[in-house]
């Protein structure tokens, strides 16, 4: 597939859009992630126009709501927009409570478009990617970056697979997104674990010293 200079434009839009934005407990600029987007929509057989989506596809919903989706369909056309528009889950500021956006959302993707759910996936799978990665460096102050926390953040991305297993969309990204999100899973699952184990240690330290304590105190007596 050939680009037309529409996918040049839209590079440079999206880079000035989120020009003073970065991914979430990082330096790392936010065009990163857009890059990242579209690089796997288009591995699964993304058009140009769902690639300039992938691009395009946080602007409403973190840079100027429904007067950025009239630039984005003035410049790049209804079908661009309407993909854009697909892929948020507000438009509104301040945003609406975390958990009813993200039950709206889930229940919108399992019967979007077939390009949605492309630039959908496509996006969740890269943020996956970028949880799985910083988990295994920060472990679970990781969680204090998201509005739903561990368990909220560990319910949308499950709930989000088996949306888009339900709407048998693209077999290989799907699957991708779940093989992520089940490590990911594993993951908190050790985590979770090591937590019981250091309070019973901490339990039996307490008793052992509690016991050395009163045989002393007895001896004194």
């Not at 390009?115 to 630039?119: D, E, F, H, N």
């Not at 088996?162 to 969309?169: I, K, N, P, T, V």
């Given at each position: 597939m050939t680009f037309t200079a529409q996918f040049e434009e839209a590079l440079t839009f999206a880079t000035r859009l989120h020009a003073t934005q970065t991914r979430k407990g990082s330096d790392i600029p936010y065009i990163?992630?857009?890059?990242?987007v579209a690089s796997i929509a288009l591995?699964?057989?993304a058009n140009e126009e769902e690639a300039i989506a992938a691009l395009?596809?946080?602007?409403?919903e973190d840079q100027?709501?429904?007067?950025?989706?009239?630039?984005?369909?003035r410049r790049f056309g209804s079908t661009v927009a309407d993909i854009v528009w697909g892929c948020s889950d507000t438009d509104k500021v301040p945003k609406p409570p975390w958990r009813k956006r993200k039950e709206a959302y889930i229940a919108h993707v399992a019967c979007a478009s077939p390009?949605?759910?492309?630039?959908s996936a496509s996006d969740k799978l890269h943020n996956a990617r970028a949880i799985l990665s910083d988990y295994r460096c920060v472990g679970d102050k990781l969680w204090v970056r998201f509005t739903g926390g561990k368990e909220g953040t560990?319910?949308?991305y499950r709930a989000l697979v088996?949306?888009?297993?339900?709407?048998?969309?693209n077999r290989q990204l799907?699957?991708?997104l779940d093989l992520t999100v089940a490590d990911i899973e594993r993951l908190a699952s050790k985590h979770a674990g090591r937590f019981p184990f250091r309070m019973i240690y901490v339990f039996a330290a307490g008793l052992i010293v509690g016991e050395l304590i009163e045989r002393l105190y007895r001896r004194a007596r």
């Open positions: 990163a992630h857009l890059l990242g591995d699964h057989g395009l596809h946080d602007a409403v100027g709501g429904e007067k950025t989706l009239n630039r984005i369909r390009s949605i759910q492309l630039v560990l319910w949308y088996e949306a888009f297993q339900r709407s048998g969309m799907v699957a991708d």
